[in-house]
């Protein structure tokens, strides 16, 4: 093959700008400059090397040689050192409109036909060649060849064993670990290459799930060792080499595109083809266009010297086992591995966003199995559940985020024929959030409302996510009670199906079912809907199934417990100034209106006067009452006379009550553990000291220790009022691990009061405000510490 060659190309579609050439001149001439397209493409001469992988070769830097004939052996393919054609012939380049060639198992050294097998060879699983342009060249003989007197090996070492009259340029694509895939993982991946090269050739796009990474199949590269690791890359390797759709009108540029796939390393020699022996060649005078019936040799492709089979893309996909599987796990429209969201009125959808990604491919066993069900639900949320397929739950009481139907349904039962195909089990830790959908419950999470937050994300995403999913076909037919049903239950259906179900169903006097859809299948046509059932699979049931926060991270899953759970926490904190009050008075009223609305008025307000120099101002006496919605009324009261500026102090409060019932939840003292109880006592003339013991101090509903630093507060209420008297005076007078004693005083009427202790322990110490940015302050300002020695109030 020749450096350069002064003859005529013929192109698919010629260039028609060439500098320097005269428009009568309409053949097209070529210089030497217009041969960039053919002189820079890699000729991988030589299949010594570990699968093209380690190096382009010297010859990649030099012109191609195609007026040499090429030396073969059992693995090498070089050029001879002689040229054995003029370099003035035709070349011809003719596109490539085949399907992609796919090999299967290359380079297996077990192979009986390989004596000595090249161990720098590298066998691979699937060599997937990706045709472009077929190049052709001819021309007259050299004299210098045709004179030859040399023969044997000194002739081959000078002019090689034989000529290839043709030579296919492209791309290869490398499937790693495919032998040892899953027949999933396999489907998965023929599926994803279909859909790659019929976009990128035909322009024809499927919408489906981009659930699979192509991490989770088997390993493909190029030959430059780029790993197609996302359906993207594979994409773009699809669009670089074939940029010409079928539905294009506007032809593209050959040598643009060509030279532009030189430039950028993205074409191979991929296979020599139609050899012509040089022997024979020197024996004979042949013209400009040599004859087609020279003996051909066979395709010799570099780096590839045996395999098992050899089959075009459509044939190698159209081989997929599980084909009606595989189009219902991709379909975009099937949304099976997405939530499963249910309305106030406990009707079931499956979410439209993709809530998960997988980590690895789901399990799927083959089930092949048939039965006939009873089913007798009890609620009308039953009805619903087994409506939709689910038959596992019975009421969503341990369901977060899904209202609890629990309206009394009876009289009827539901009978399901069932042929399941397939079992697909998806384990949790084999899947993980989608960015998208963890994004969304971390903002959920930080909002002062995330109870509602987080049931808006739900309510997007789904509630539920099922592990197990059965594929197959089913029927049913919903009918009143009778004592035929009672001796039935679950059977499973024998060989042949349809008899074996015909007989129960003429024992329970059916003569049709119903499919998902609602279509009528009569019993003298169940035996034809049975044999198709396989090619029409649906989802026939939900299983294993659990909340669908529980496939967030154990962080996240923690914080959203916290928020469920039926425990009280700090709610709100505020602080708030007191500059329109009149100094001159001792009793005041202020009212403070909260930024969100809670769901319900069945919450406390604890708080202190503290001074404009943050501390805690014993003078004054604070209590909170008249509780709404939107706020509350603070009673201050001055217990002695001083002279402390009402107006240049501030109320310091905190909301302690349940978010799950509250729905207000601030992020910022979420941490800290609040443990909140009510003991009833009843006053004793001339006794002011009481004792409270464990297990009354509990943390959900365990006995609690206190230890030294929590904070402490108490304050007393008249049950019948529920409001908390400004007379009355509590301290704190002693403390041990399971009990506190205080003292109430300046009591004006003896009788029987509630005390509502809450106890504060944190880690930091510090209580974060609500309504003012990056503001804090010490716990022990809004009750008292507990140290050794405790003699403060508790306010």
Known sequence: MVGSCKGVIYVDNPPTNIQGVDEEKKDYIAKEVEFNLILDIPALANVNFDAYHKYHFEIASRKILKDHGLFLNEFTIKPGNRPIFTEDGELNIRLYNGQPIIYININDPSSTNLLDFNNKLQSFDVCMNFLIVEITYKSELLEDFSKCNDDGENFHELYGHSFARKVSVGNKLFIKEFNSATQTQISILKFYLLCAYNLAKYSIEIQFKNLFTLDLLPKMETLDEEELNTYEKLVKLMNNLYPQKTSDKKKLNTHTWINKLCQDNKIYIISYKNFVSTSKLKCSVLPLYYPE???????????????????????????????????????????????????????????????????????VNVRDKSCLEIIRPSTKLEVN???????????????????????????YNHILF??????????????????????GIEKALNSMKPLKSLQDIFNKYGHLFPQR????????????????????????LKLPIFDSLKSYLDKLNISYLLTQKGKSIENRDLDNWIKDANDNLEIIEFDNIIPLYKILKEKQQSEIDDILQINYKILMTGVINLRDLNNNDDEYYKRINIEQSLEDENYEVVGSIISENNTKLEEININFGLYDH??????????????????????????????????????KNRKIQVNYIKESITLQPNQSCYRIKAPSLSSEGDAFSLSEGDVIFVHAYYPLTNLEPNNIIIKLIKWEGRSIDVQITDIILMSDIELHICVLHSYDGKLKIDNEEELEYPLNLIGCILTDENTANVN
């Open 293 to 363: 019936t020279i003996e051909p040799i066979d395709e010799k492709q570099p780096g590839i010297i045996n395999f098992k089979e050899k089959l075009s893309l459509e044939d190698w996909v159209r081989d997929v086992e599980y084909d009606n599987l595989i189009s219902l796990i991709t379909d975009s429209h099937s949304h099976l591995f997405q939530g499963l969201i249910f309305n106030q009125s406990c009707e079931m959808k499956v979410s439209e966003e993709i809530a998960i990604n997988l980590l690895e491919v789901p399990k």
């Open 385 to 411: 559940l087994i409506s939709n397929n689910i038959f596992s739950i019975k009421d969503f009481n341990t369901f977060p985020f899904i209202e609890n139907d629990k309206e009394i349904y009876e009289d």
């Open 418 to 439: 069932k042929c399941e195909r397939y079992e697909i089990l998806l384990n949790k830790n084999n899947i993980k959030p989608t960015e998208t959908f963890e994004k």
């Open 469 to 492: 999913i059965i594929l197959g076909s089913s029927l049913k037919i919903i009918l009143q009670n009778s004592s035929s049903y009672d001796a039935f239950d679950n059977i499973n």
């Open 630 to 667: 939107n706020g509350f009324f603070a009673v201050i009261k001055k217990l002695e006379a001083t002279n402390i500026d009402i107006t240049r102090c501030y109320i310091l409060w905190m909301i302690i009550g349940i978010p799950s019932k509250l729905s207000v939840f601030s992020p």
